[in-house]
């Protein structure tokens, strides 16, 4: 059993796993110093110390046997702390950390590695989850707002926040969470790209729209009714914002099992779908369970109909229908054969899963599902006659480190 009050020693790669020139080890802790003396060999092949702070050693690390392992530089960047340089490629540095294992180091990932040794050390568990949420970021506007929060951006204001209950300015402290609310769904989205499902029957263009609006044939396009089975993704930018679309099976029923498997997923996709796009073929008459379907779905999500090949003109009594169920603006005509309505239907998309998206550079951000739940409890508190006396304790409980909790 290791010593719960000592510092580990760590191994971890920080570089990407995948082929490349040169992988970064890190290794860090109050054994690292022994853990490398045992597997490092100097240019000459014979063991030797490992370097001291600010030095670089060109040398071999060398498995018990005496194999060699790769050949490396090692930088001491501070006492206990080293970066091992070997090369590129996964069964390389798979050998270099199963030997720093068999030496006692434990092997982890480079963000547990860089709360015990590293940049986030001292950083709350916000702090910490935004840094994590960054290195995923798939937008350059979300790794800069992820890395405000990841300095404290949001703890401040959440700090903020309790302060102001903790004096009963209770207008202040409603003023900030509601701020914080407001921004919640573009920091959401910022830190998880919103599922963005097309979905509608066969061939009323979900797959034509998919590569209209990625801007690349992600997806096959056949005029036979039922050529998508499996859920095909993509990932696009629209204004710096990453949104992750689905292109679905048509939905029919089918005595086919691929189809009926891919009617399945599809239904299982729409379900989990941050925002449905029903594709329908405009120029056609709907059918009245088709629209009665959609006025169900649009009851408890958000939904855009597409009114698709506007090209070949748009049937009446389909428009007017859709008007039944939808405002307008949620009823966005498109072609992609002309490309009419496809930036449109862009935005109304982005306006749809994130209403407000004018946060200032810097500003606090809320950014996962967890913090949206405890500010909205409290919000609710804030407008009770009596703010709950735990409310700042529920706030705490978000800035706290997890580790040491
Ligand atoms: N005129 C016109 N044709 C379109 C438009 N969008 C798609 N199509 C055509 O409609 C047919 C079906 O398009 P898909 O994109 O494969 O339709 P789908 O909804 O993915 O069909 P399934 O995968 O079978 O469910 C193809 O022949 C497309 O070229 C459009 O806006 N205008
Ligand atoms: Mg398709």
């Keep these: ?97 199963a030997l720093l294992r068999e030496n006692g180091a434990e092997i982890v990932g480079p963000v547990r590695m860089l709360e015990e040794h590293g940049s986030l050390r001292g950083k709350n568990a916000i702090e910490r989850e935004a840094y994590e949420s960054m290195l995923g970021a798939k937008s350059l506007l979300a790794a800069q707002h992820l890395a405000a929060q990841s300095e404290g951006a949001l703890s401040r204001t959440l700090r903020a926040v309790i302060g102001d209950i903790e004096a009963k300015n209770y207008a202040a402290a409603q003023a900030k969470t509601q701020r914080l609310l407001e921004t919640a ?41 039922g050529t998508t089975r499996d859920i095909l993704s993509g990932i696009t930018l629209i204004d710096g914002i990453a949104f992750d679309f ?90 992609c054969v002309s490309g009419t309505g496809i930036e449109e239907l862009r935005q109304a998309i982005a306006a749809k899963c994130i209403p407000t998206r004018d946060a200032a550079p810097g500003e606090a951000l809320l950014f996962n599902e967890k913090q949206l739940s405890v500010l909205l409890g409290a919000r609710d508190g804030l407008l009770a006659d009596r703010p709950a006396e735990d409310l700042p304790a529920a706030l705490r409980g978000l800035l706290e480190s997890e580790r040491n909790s």
């Design 1 to 97: 059993m290791s010593d719960p009050d000592k510092t580990p020693t760590l191994a971890a790669q920080i570089t990407p796993h995948g082929i490349g020139g040169i992988a970064v080890v890190h290794l860090a802790g109050p054994d690292a110093a022994q853990n490398l003396a045992r597997c490092f060999a100097n240019k000459n092949k014979a063991a030797c110390a490992p370097p001291t702070p600010g030095e670089i050693r060109y040398g071999f690390i060398v498995a018990r046997d005496g194999a060699i392992l790769d050949e490396v530089l090692v930088a001491a960047t501070s006492a206990g702390r080293y970066e091992i340089n070997c090369h590129g490629g996964t069964a390389t540095v798979r050998g270099v950390l």
């Design 246 to 335: 689905h292109d679905t099976a048509g939905l029919r029923r089918s005595d086919l099992h691929p189809e009926i498997q891919g009617v399945r997923r599809a239904e299982a996709a729409m379900a989990e779908a941050d925002c449905l796009v029903y594709a329908l073929d405009g120029s056609l008459a709907a059918d009245q369970t088709e629209i009665t379907a959609l006025a169900q779905m649009a009851q408890n999500r958000r939904v855009l109909a597409c009114l698709n090949k506007s090209d070949l003109g748009t049937n009446a009594q389909t428009a007017v229908r859709l008007e039944e169920i939808l405002p307008e603006a949620e009823i966005r005509p498109t072609s």
């Design 185 to 225: 769904p573009f920091g959401i989205a910022l830190a998880r790209p919103p599922r963005v499902v097309i979905a509608g029957k066969p061939n009323a263009g979900k797959s034509s729209l998919l590569n209209a609006i990625l801007s690349y044939e992600r997806a096959i396009v056949s005029e036979t009714p």
